[in-house]
């Protein structure tokens, strides 16, 4: 239909283009608003998970009481955010071991009966020693800190 | 041309003919038509107080916990002093907007027939935001809060027979606890909302019905010179101008002063110099403390509390001396009446200010 067509000159696109300007100005403002109201709340709903992050980062955990663990037991506690084990073996020897399932995430703990550290949730079973995986549904072996004796406390470290 | 879409949708929901009411609705338009805004500005401080308030439910705690709760809000929480400072000024600026509502209304004879209930609704959602700023006042618990509301539940306390029971029961207990906390919390984030809220839809609704009010001046005009714009997008864009304004306020306000957190409350501690109730309570808690002097004793109290509430009542029934569509003796009457509880309600509040000793 011929009559409804409108006369595309330099004249017409002009007003049309000024409203593009202008949507996009109002579109520009409105998301530098958003952005400015919007940064301070994310970082404040995010705030816990920031503080997790950062307590995570913890590079050793010392120990007071540690020493006095009887023989073939272990010590929970928190290294950062996690919970962890200190095993003390018969032999006075001693391991710092993750407590987090690798398979998903359940705290396990330590069998002295079978020398073994077992998962409650699935059955996994992984070696008190090394913290290697030895059965059940974990696909990696607990990690492994560093620990040393010093002033008569125990320090476990990052590896 | 409408979409399938929109037809499939329009069809169901029938959002055409509100579209419809948004384009035809038409806006008066005069030299006080800048006073058509502030209830609308009072509208938005409301939203972020719901906002913020959301936000603060997060992180805050009540019981023996709040000072702790807020303490963190305020120095560990990203973040947290900016939501808290908003809270607490989005507040204020929204009793204050919600004043300069209600004496621009009062002065423009906008409460007159037949407007009685946005008048009376009005004042509900009033009270009811000061009692949201008393008991949102203590949830800090901080030294200036914790008098503040010792003081404010000690009045109820001087009604015979029945007064300490009354404030016992509001406390939890013969002293302000964490059981007070606790109410206050109840009260603030349930009930209050709960009442608030369709009180607020009656109030948006009535003036969906009968429109903005012509102030006198207009309704003296004849029908052909009075002006008038439409709602969308005309007023609407005026009034989210205003809202941009007064979040532009609230921001400055909120980021360059932020809110205070003084000392935890300690009940062994003798009340701070310079204690005081939030500046929309000033102006009574001085009266009190002025009739108290005159009138020493129980009754000092009680005749100023008297006052206060024979003010109130006339100041509510105004649309009914004064319900003549036309200028008259009453009229004139009721806006000496409103133009004296201006006079008295800046003069006590300044002079309540002013006898504070400066020790912060």
């Given at each position: ?7 595309s ?36 709903l ?22 006095k ?6 010590l ?7 919970p ?38 699935h059955g ?30 125990m ?5 | ?71 963190s ?59 949201f ?21 000690g ?33 603030h ?39 008038t ?12 101008a ?35 109730p ?48 036309r ?34």
């Open positions: 239909m011929p009559e409804e067509k409108i006369p000159d330099a004249s017409a696109s002009d007003p049309e283009r000024r409203d593009i300007l202008k949507f996009a100005a109002a579109g520009v403002l409105g998301a530098a608003y958003a952005g400015l109201v919007g940064y301070p709340v994310y970082r404040y995010a705030s816990p998970v920031e503080t997790a992050a950062a307590e995570g980062q913890v590079k050793q955990v010392v120990l007071d009481d540690a020493l663990t009887p023989r073939n037991s272990a929970m506690f928190k290294f950062g955010q996690n962890a084990m200190l095993i003390h073996h018969d032999d006075d020897t001693w391991t710092a071991l993750s407590a987090v399932c690798t398979h998903l995430g359940c705290t396990v703990g330590y069998q002295p009966d079978k020398k073994i550290i077992f998962c409650p949730c996994g079973t992984y070696d008190p020693n090394s913290g290697a995986n030895l059965g059940g549904p974990p696909p990696k072996p607990l990690a492994e800190y560093k620990t040393q004796i010093a002033n008569g406390k320090v476990v470290s990052r590896a | 041309m409408r979409s399938p879409l929109a037809r499939w949708l329009d069809e169901r929901l029938g959002y055409s003919a509100l579209l419809e009411l948004a384009t035809h609705k038409q806006v008066p338009e005069h030299k006080y038509s800048f006073w058509y805004y502030w209830g609308g500005i009072t509208l938005f401080f409301f939203t972020v107080m719901c906002f913020t308030g959301v936000l603060l439910l997060l992180y805050y705690r009540p019981g023996d916990e709040a000072y702790q709760s807020v303490r809000i305020t120095y560990d929480i990203q973040f947290g002093w900016l939501i808290r400072s908003t809270h607490s000024w989005s507040a204020n600026l929204m009793i204050a907007s919600a004043f300069v509502h209600m004496f621009s209304t009062f002065f423009l004879k906008a409460y007159r027939r037949p407007r009685e209930f946005l008048w009376f609704s009005g004042i509900v959602l009033l009270l009811l935001a000061m009692v700023g008393f008991s949102g006042y203590l949830l800090p618990m901080d030294d200036l809060s914790y008098f503040a509301t010792k003081v404010g539940l009045i109820p306390a001087v009604i015979p027979m029945v007064g300490p029971w009354i404030s016992n029961l509001v406390r939890g207990g013969p002293d302000i606890s964490g059981f007070t906390v606790s109410r206050f919390f109840a009260l984030v349930v009930v209050l909302p709960a009442l608030f809220i369709p009180v607020l839809l009656l109030h948006l609704g009535l003036i969906q019905k009968h429109g903005m009010s012509l102030p006198p001046s207009e309704l003296d005009k004849p029908e052909g010179k009075r002006k714009i439409p709602f969308f997008p005309n007023f609407a864009m005026k009034d989210l205003a809202w941009l304004i007064a979040l532009n306020v609230l921001a400055f306000c909120a980021a360059v002063f932020p809110w205070p957190l003084g000392p935890a409350a300690d009940a062994l501690k003798p009340a701070p110099m310079d204690i005081h939030e500046w929309y309570f000033m102006s009574s808690f001085e009266v009190l403390k002025l009739f108290g002097k005159w009138i020493p004793g129980e009754f000092g109290e009680f005749a100023g509390l008297g006052l206060f509430n024979l003010g109130l009542v006339l100041w509510v029934l105004v649309p009914f001396f004064d319900a003549e569509r200028s008259g003796a009453w009229a004139r009457r009721a806006t000496w009446f409103g133009l004296a509880v201006v006079g008295i309600l800046l003069f006590t509040t300044i002079w309540g200010y002013a006898v504070l000793p400066a020790v912060r």
